[in-house]
Structures are given as structure tokens and as C-alpha cells.
């Protein structure tokens, strides 16, 4: 059973920086793309990065691009998620995913709040 458990939230300053992990089971880790979306209140989920099978390449989006890093380990089924510089739009709840044979899997989400 796939089971994605993401950590390393809660509440920031304002142009601190914040590192995500998102712990995985239940599949062959090293064998797929993993994402790390984002929802903040009243807003719809967004994409905001996503890292290969191996780590060699990631994408970003405009919102976080240049500040934001996603990497991978795959000895410990674990993708991160760091983000520099934040910014109190950076606040939602984060989640990680990967889609598995057309179907698509998702963390429980970690709430990160940036507020002076």
C-alpha cells in the first residue's frame, strides 16, 4: 500500500527558510517521479515542484522558482523540499504526491504558516 508522510511544517518568519521531507512506502521509490504541491485557504492545490525518478531534473513553479529546491533520496525513500526567502504567501498546507500507474497518491499535508 502506498503511504506518503510528509513533515517539517509549522510556523516561519518572513524571509527564513523552510525544509519539507516526505517519507515513502509501499512502492519502488527509485522508480518514480515525486511532486510537492501546495493549498492555501480558499485557493485551489497548486504544483510546485517536481524531481525525476533519479534526481538529475526537477521543475519549478513561477511562484517559487529561483528560492526553491526539491531533491531526493533515494537510499532513504525520501523527498525534500526546501524554500528560501518565504514569503507570507508561501503559507498552505504542503503536500507531496506521485502518480503510480495512472493512479495518483497523496500525503496527509503538513501546514506551513509564514508570519511575523
Known amino acids: 500500500q502506498v503511504h506518503l508522510v510528509e513533515s517539517g511544517g509549522g510556523l516561519l518568519q518572513p524571509g527564513g527558510s523552510l525544509r519539507l521531507s516526505c517519507a515513502a512506502s509501499?512502492?519502488?521509490?527509485?522508480?518514480?517521479?515525486m511532486s510537492w504541491f501546495r493549498q492555501a485557504p480558499g485557493k485551489e492545490r497548486e504544483l510546485v515542484a517536481t524531481?525525476?525518478?533519479?534526481?538529475?531534473?526537477?521543475n519549478y513553479a513561477n511562484s517559487v522558482a529561483g528560492r526553491c529546491t526539491i531533491s531526493r533520496d533515494n537510499t532513504k525513500n525520501t523527498v525534500y523540499l526546501q524554500i528560501n526567502s518565504l514569503k507570507p504567501e508561501d503559507t498552505a498546507v504542503y503536500y507531496c504526491?506521485?502518480?503510480?500507474?495512472?493512479?495518483?497518491?497523496w500525503g496527509q499535508g503538513t501546514q506551513v504558516t509564514v508570519s511575523s
Open positions: 509501499g512502492f519502488t521509490f527509485n522508480m518514480y517521479a
Open positions: 504526491q506521485v502518480i503510480i500507474l495512472l493512479q495518483t497518491y
Open positions: 524531481i525525476n525518478y533519479n534526481g538529475e531534473s526537477a
